[in-house]
Every structure is written in structure tokens, then in C-alpha cells.
């Protein structure tokens, strides 16, 4: 059983920062991309960053531009975590972030899902 969990949500100041962290379990975490998304209140789940490996090993990430430069998303897989550190945090970071594992690429569907964690940044 695919299980995803997230933690180091918190409340931070504006220009603070905070490292999310995604634990998977019941996959073989190299063959997954963990994508991570998020939902303020009263708007639509948005796509964050997405972390995956290629043939050769290496790591592929892809931001969103409204975090490009300011999240960076990195995979341990001797622990099957992946991490999510948030620089430079703006109010309109607020949100729950997921984490989410799709058997794919980062642009595919992603089936699995994690409960969520809440972030707020206070101005």
C-alpha cells in the first residue's frame, strides 16, 4: 500500500522559511515522482514542484514560476523522503501542502496522495 506523509508545516514570518518533508512507504520510491501541491482556502489545488529520477540516476525537479527561485525540492532515497525547503515565504504561500507519488513521470496523473500539511505565513 502506497502511503505518502508530510510534516514540518508551521507558522513563519514573511521572508522566514520552512522545510516540508514527504515520508513514502510501500513503493519502490526510485521508480515514483513525488510532486508536491497546494490548496489555500476558497481556491483550486495548485501545482508546486516535482522531483523525479531519470535513467542515469540523476534527479529531475521542475517548479512552478511562482516558487522558482525561492523552493527547492530534493530526494533522499535511503530514507524514501522526499524534502521541500521554502526560502523567502510570502503570504501567498499560505496554504496545505501535499505531497503526492505518481509510477511516472512528474506530468502524469498522480494517483496517491498524502493527508497534508498547513503552512502559514504570517505578514
Known amino acids: 500500500e502506497v502511503q505518502l506523509v508530510e510534516s514540518g508545516g508551521g507558522l513563519v514570518q514573511a521572508g522566514g522559511s520552512l522545510r516540508l518533508s514527504c515520508a513514502a512507504s510501500?513503493?519502490?520510491?526510485?521508480?515514483?515522482?513525488i510532486g508536491w501541491f497546494r490548496q489555500a482556502p476558497g481556491k483550486e489545488r495548485e501545482w508546486v514542484s516535482c522531483?523525479?529520477?531519470?535513467?542515469?540516476?540523476?534527479?529531475?525537479?521542475d517548479y512552478a514560476d511562482s516558487v522558482k527561485g525561492r523552493f527547492t525540492v530534493s530526494s533522499d532515497n535511503a530514507k524514501n523522503t522526499v524534502y521541500l525547503q521554502m526560502n523567502s515565504l510570502k503570504p501567498e504561500d499560505t496554504a496545505v501542502y501535499y505531497c503526492?507519488?505518481?509510477?511516472?513521470?512528474?506530468?502524469?496523473?498522480?494517483?496517491?496522495w498524502g493527508r497534508g500539511t498547513q503552512v502559514t505565513v504570517s505578514s
Open positions: 522531483i523525479s529520477s531519470s535513467d542515469d540516476s540523476t534527479d529531475w525537479a
Open positions: 510501500g513503493f519502490i520510491f526510485e521508480d515514483y515522482a
Open positions: 503526492a507519488a505518481n509510477h511516472g513521470s512528474c506530468y502524469e496523473g498522480f494517483g496517491s
